[in-house]
């Protein structure tokens, strides 16, 4: 007797070519996706240390504007207050601060500068300078006040003050300081294997920082600050 086969089991199951044509055809698209996928996650990580780097970038000239510009108040002209050291990577100056609650100068000798009473005209000294903060190899901006120094910016650089009297000359006498140009360079906190930085920048004195030649992105700013507290 002739065995009957269904025209639907003689059309059953798949080929060796056809599943591994199916396998291959999958695979490219896997990897498709996967490339796909990399290269956005990538893009973000980019993306989320430019922001980082930009705030970075606006908290220490935020932070140094602000305090440089109470750079020698003094409401009773005592002619005490102003810039201390005026070096071109640092500087240190001072400014009246006796109604803040604190005793910043411990001019009554109490050696207890983070609490007790404001002396009239006592002075609060600022210094602003680069350090390594936390030991990484990466240098911040550093704020000290007392024997208290913190970070207020990290991987910076490169930092740069430059001096300039009323007739904007470059001057490095501290009494004839009336303006401060900051150049300041900020940097993501890793390197981009897929990116090349080769780029210069220059200083509002002229000197050139770079080029690097490494992965990492940066932002560069110059920013200048007119000291209105300060005698001419």
Request: aromatic share 10%; hydrophobic share 35%.
């Amino acid at each position: 007797m002739k065995k009957y086969i269904s025209p639907c089991m003689e059309n059953a199951g798949f080929t060796l070519i056809e599943v591994l044509s199916a396998l291959a055809i999958s695979s490219i698209l896997l990897v498709g996706v996967y490339a796909q996928f990399t290269s956005q996650q990538a893009s973000y990580i980019a993306q989320d240390q430019v922001v980082e780097m930009q705030q970075n970038l606006r908290a220490g000239i935020g932070y140094m504007t602000q305090e440089l510009c109470m750079a020698g108040y003094d409401p009773y002209r005592s002619g005490t207050a102003g810039i201390e050291t005026a070096n071109s990577t640092s500087v240190v100056f001072t400014y009246v601060a006796d109604d803040d609650g604190l005793d910043n100068d411990n001019a009554d000798g109490d050696n207890d500068t983070s609490t007790g009473v404001d002396e009239p005209g006592e002075l609060q000294t600022v210094t602003f300078d680069l350090y390594d903060a936390y030991g990484d190899g990466d240098n911040d901006i550093g704020r000290q006040v007392g024997g208290i120094k913190r970070a207020i910016a990290e991987n910076i650089e490169a930092l740069e003050f430059l001096y300039l009297d009323s007739a904007g000359a470059v001057v490095t006498d501290p009494d004839k300081i009336k303006t401060v140009q900051i150049s300041l360079l900020a940097r993501v906190g890793k390197q981009d294997r897929n990116f090349s930085n080769n780029k210069t920048y220059t200083s509002a004195s002229g000197d050139v920082w770079g080029p690097y030649n490494d992965g990492f992105r940066r932002r560069f700013q110059i920013v200048t600050i007119y000291l209105r507290n300060t005698e001419s």
